[in-house]
């Protein structure tokens, strides 16, 4: 009996604030028909490399050649570089593609030519790179928003912050990918303005979330 391939979504969020709902109706949203969601909650793309979760050992047991692996953006599958790039090499050999929602990306194992195979594999580089320098930007920025909130213990919390943790991280990484802030605003769910806010000083922002309760 021949085996339908499919196509499976991998999610993954590191608070309680993000959903995993919201990331299969983005996949959707761009085109994409789901089989299958396999998903980890609170779970570090930094610390935790993917075939150490739960569900990414789920994930490769569930792959076979032919399938199509979806994900938001290369940091759901990780935020550290070698853990990605290994990954994602290794789902490739097996036959699997890998397809991003975001930028629309397609990283295939099939070509065989060799100028085709460097610049797939300079993207990968690339984009693996980006989500780790991207996570470690963002948890300077969260570092001193959350000294600069210490500083000032008793100090007026202001306005409550338009935007939760997960937008904030969201912001910091498509801003990262070089995309648009009116294409950020309406991704994440947040003003054009919360956007060059995180944009031009992502301190004071963590720190807005920070004399909230919102940072944790």
Not at 7 to 20: G, M
Not at 153 to 165: K, V
Request: net charge positive; charged share 25%.
């Amino acid at each position: 009996m021949t085996i339908k391939p499919q196509t499976i979504l991998y999610a993954r969020v590191s608070t309680t604030e993000q959903t995993i709902e919201h990331q299969r109706t983005q996949a959707e949203t761009a085109g994409f028909v789901i089989d299958k969601v396999v998903a980890d909650v609170g779970v570090s793309g930094i610390k935790t490399r993917l075939a150490d979760r739960q569900e990414g050992r789920r994930l490769f047991d569930l792959l076979r050649a032919g399938d199509t692996l979806v994900v938001r953006w290369v940091d759901r599958l990780g935020r550290n570089y070698a853990d990605v790039t290994d990954c994602i090499r290794e789902l490739m050999k097996r036959g699997v593609v890998i397809r991003t929602v975001i930028n629309g990306m397609t990283f295939d194992g099939s070509t065989t030519d060799p100028m085709q195979q460097a610049v797939r594999d300079s993207l990968i580089a690339f984009m693996a790179a980006t989500a780790q320098a991207q996570a470690e930007a963002s948890k300077e920025a969260q570092r001193a928003g959350i000294e600069h909130a210490k500083a000032k213990p008793g100090a007026y919390r202001g306005r409550r912050p338009s935007f939760t943790r997960e937008q904030f991280e969201q912001v910091q990484a498509m801003l990262a990918q070089g995309v648009g802030a009116s294409e950020i605003a309406s991704e994440a769910g947040v003003s054009r303005q919360t956007v060059y806010r995180i944009r031009d000083d992502a301190a004071a922002a963590a720190a807005m979330l920070e004399r909230w309760g919102r940072m944790s």
